[in-house]
C-alpha cells in the first residue's frame, strides 16, 4: 500500500511568491491534516480536511489556506511568502473520521524562502 | 494556549537498557495522547497512542498516562541503536471538533551501543 506523498520534496522561493504544495494521501484515507516544522517551533497544525470540507485551522495567518479533492488529495498554498516560512511542510492522513490523532504522515516538502 | 512540554535532551542510555521519556501537558481536556518517532530527516511516525490512564504495552514499548498529574511517559525496554531518534509527544482534546494535534518539541534519545 502506498504511503501518503508530497510534491515537490524541494523548493526555493524568494519573499512575496506564492507556493502551492500537493499532498495525496494513503489510498482510503479520507481525513488530511498539515502540518509545518521547524527547528524552533516544532510541528505546528495547520489545518485538517476532512470529505473536502475544512474541519479545522490552526494559528497561522490567512495567507496559508488549502483545499481538499473529491479524491482526498489535498493541496495546501502559502501566499506571499516571508522568510519565517521557510520549513518543512508535512502532510498526513488518517483513515478514521476527522478527530484522530492516528496520523500517518508523508515525507515532506522542505520550503526555503530567500 | 496548549502546551506540551518535553526534555529536548539528548537523553542517553546504553544499549539494552530502559530508556524513558516525558512529558507534561496543560489542556486538562486532552483526551489522546500519543508518542511519534522521527528519524534524523525522515518524517515522525506513529509508534503508540493511550486514551485512557495507566499503562499500554505494545512489544519493547510501554506508554503511561496519569490525567490527574497532566503526565505521558515512554518506556523502551532493551533499548537498542535503532532507537536512537526523536520522540515527540503529542496531545489532542475530545473537542468534537477537528482540532489538530499539539506537539511537543521532542527528546532527542541516543542509545550507546
Known amino acids: 500500500k502506498a504511503g501518503v506523498t508530497q510534491t515537490p520534496r524541494y523548493l526555493i522561493k524568494t519573499r512575496g511568491q506564492q507556493v502551492t504544495l500537493s499532498c495525496s494521501p494513503i489510498s482510503g484515507h479520507r481525513s488530511v491534516s498539515w502540518y509545518q516544522q521547524t527547528p524552533g517551533q516544532g510541528l505546528q497544525f495547520l489545518f485538517e480536511y476532512f470529505s473536502e470540507t475544512q474541519r479545522n485551522k490552526g494559528n497561522f495567518p490567512g495567507r496559508f489556506s488549502g483545499r481538499q479533492f473529491s479524491n482526498s488529495r489535498s493541496e495546501m498554498n502559502v501566499s506571499t511568502l516571508e522568510l519565517g516560512d521557510s520549513a518543512l511542510y508535512l502532510c498526513a492522513s488518517s483513515s478514521r473520521t476527522s478527530g484522530t490523532g492516528e496520523l500517518f504522515f508523508g515525507e515532506g516538502s522542505r520550503l526555503t524562502v530567500l | ?97 477537528a482540532d489538530g494535534l499539539t506537539f511537543g518539541k521532542g527528546t532527542h534519545l541516543i542509545i550507546q551501543p
Do not use: H
Open chain 2, 1 to 97: 494556549q496548549k502546551e506540551v512540554e518535553q526534555n529536548s535532551g539528548p537523553l542517553s542510555v546504553p544499549e539494552g537498557a530502559i530508556a524513558s521519556l516525558n512529558c507534561t501537558y496543560s489542556d486538562r481536556g486532552s483526551q489522546s495522547f500519543f508518542w511519534y518517532r522521527q528519524y534524523s530527516g525522515k518524517s515522525p511516525e506513529l509508534i503508540m497512542s493511550i486514551y485512557s490512564n495507566g499503562d499500554k504495552e505494545d512489544g519493547r514499548f510501554t506508554a503511561q498516562l496519569n490525567k490527574a498529574s497532566q503526565y505521558v511517559s515512554l518506556l523502551i525496554r532493551d533499548s537498542q541503536p535503532s532507537d536512537s531518534a526523536t520522540y515527540l509527544c503529542a496531545v489532542k482534546d475530545s473537542g468534537g471538533g
